[in-house]
């Protein structure tokens, strides 16, 4: 990996302003991991290295946000994916965009939350944020082999009970921003 991209992806994170003392622990840990001269992408799925960077990126609108119901983990999750090897998390949202929605050239801005979470015991995937503003018209393909169903939720009607348990704080972190 080039020093570069280490310090673009050090710079991404250390760029986010922390929502909550939980923000605040997971950036410090998170920017102590990658300053550790870690590897950062994962390798072999599920868990090789057992910590790696990953992407949430959320469609939003003025009044709510686009979620896909995940067959694997049984969630409401915002659309995402790993950070393949040698990629910026940027890079991986515009390509996760075309794989998972049917999307090309949307602009990603800045990362805007960041997460550390335990995936079914076995690895850490440290996962940046992204909102993305764009219309409910914006035609999406999404992919049915990863997703039962694609669907808008206005603000106040999110499924947080069967959601990613992150997605109340981003949700309230990005209220914050959008103000």
Same mark, same amino acid.
Request: proline share 7%; net charge negative; hydrophobic share 45%.
């Given at each position: ?9 050090? *710079? ?7 929502? %909550?003392?939980?923000?605040?622990? /997971? ?19 599920? #868990? ?9 990126? *959320? ?34 949202? #515009? ?8 999307? /090309? ?14 995936? #079914?015991? /076995? /690895?850490? %995937? ?9 219309? +409910?018209?914006?035609?999406? +393909? ?11 939720? %206005? ?6 009970? %069967? ?11 990005? *209220?914050?921003?959008? #103000?």
């Amino acid at each position: 990996m080039s020093l570069e991209l280490r310090a673009a992806i050090r *710079a991404e994170v250390a760029a986010i302003i922390p929502l %909550d003392e939980l923000e605040a622990e /997971h950036l410090q840990a998170s920017l102590a991991w990658i300053d550790s001269g870690a590897e950062l992408w994962r390798r072999e799925k599920p #868990a090789t290295p057992p910590e790696h960077l990953s992407t949430y990126f *959320a469609l939003v609108d003025g009044s709510g946000l686009l979620l896909v119901d995940h067959k694997n983990a049984g969630l409401w999750l915002p659309t995402g994916g790993h950070v393949d090897p040698g990629e910026h998390p940027r890079d991986a949202v #515009a390509r996760e965009l075309w794989e998972e929605l049917g999307v /090309h050239s949307l602009p990603v801005p800045a990362a805007s939350f960041l997460t550390r979470t335990e995936v #079914a015991g /076995h /690895h850490l %995937d440290v996962t940046l944020w992204y909102a993305l503003p764009v219309s +409910r018209m914006l035609p999406l +393909r999404y992919d049915q082999t990863e997703f039962n169903e694609a669907r808008w939720f %206005d603000f106040n009607q999110l499924p947080y009970s %069967d959601s990613e348990p992150h997605l109340a704080r981003f949700v309230a972190k990005l *209220a914050k921003i959008i #103000a």
